[in-house]
């Protein structure tokens, strides 16, 4: 079965930051499922004016952190704004992250993990404007193209999206592996019972 990645976006996403990851994403073999407050489509921000809409497949309330391997937060001002507000973007920020599960966010996007209050002590980068905050709420602040700290991957701006999106890529791989080490140990201790009731 494919790893699933939710997007969570609304309104006022930069476009390039969403579509782009996005395709990438699926080219690699992975599913993703945008989810979004707002139903039907959110509309993209692009060069200073709004630019192309994507589906949205399902409603905040209706996904859990459960159901996915990884989470991505496109950036774009309007966009994380609107979600930082939003009490059920934020829980599943945290949910994603209480599970160890790999969070992706650029840009703008890392105001959420600001708001869900996970950046304490971690390493992280995102666009300038938001360093402060980041840097307010105990982040270590970089200026990388990628900045990956246990299960956080942080990137600052468009032009770091094919790195952003292969860090992402890298860690559902190790995820991956981890699990099938898991099943092979598991295997090897039925075998072991097996022999054990010979």
């Not at 105001?111 to 270590?140: C, F, Y």
């Not at 990628?146 to 190790?174: C, W």
Request: glycine fraction near 6%.
């Amino acid at each position: 079965m494919a790893k699933r990645v939710l997007i969570i976006a609304t309104d006022g996403f930069e476009q390039s930051e969403l579509i782009e990851p996005k395709k990438l994403l699926e080219a690699a073999g992975y599913q993703t499922v945008v989810a979004s407050p707002k139903v039907g489509e959110i509309k993209g921000w692009n060069h200073g004016e709004w630019g192309q809409s994507v589906p949205v497949d399902a409603d905040l309330d209706d996904v859990s952190a459960d159901d996915f391997d990884a989470l991505m937060l496109p950036g774009g001002q309007m966009n994380p704004d609107v979600l930082r507000m939003d009490e059920r973007a934020i829980a599943l920020v945290e949910e994603f992250d209480d599970l160890g599960k790999p969070i992706a966010a650029i840009c703008h996007g890392p105001w959420l993990l600001v708001e869900a209050d996970i950046v304490d002590g971690r390493t992280v980068t995102g666009w300038p404007s938001i360093r402060t905050d980041l840097e307010n709420a105990g982040a270590d602040v970089v200026d990388e193209e990628v900045a990956i700290d246990d299960n956080l991957i942080t990137s600052r701006k468009p032009d770091d999206i094919p790195a952003f999106t292969q860090a992402l890529i890298d860690a559902l791989e190790a995820q991956e592996e981890d699990e099938e080490d898991l099943d092979e140990d598991d295997e090897d201790e039925e075998e072991d019972d097996e022999v054990e009731e010979l």
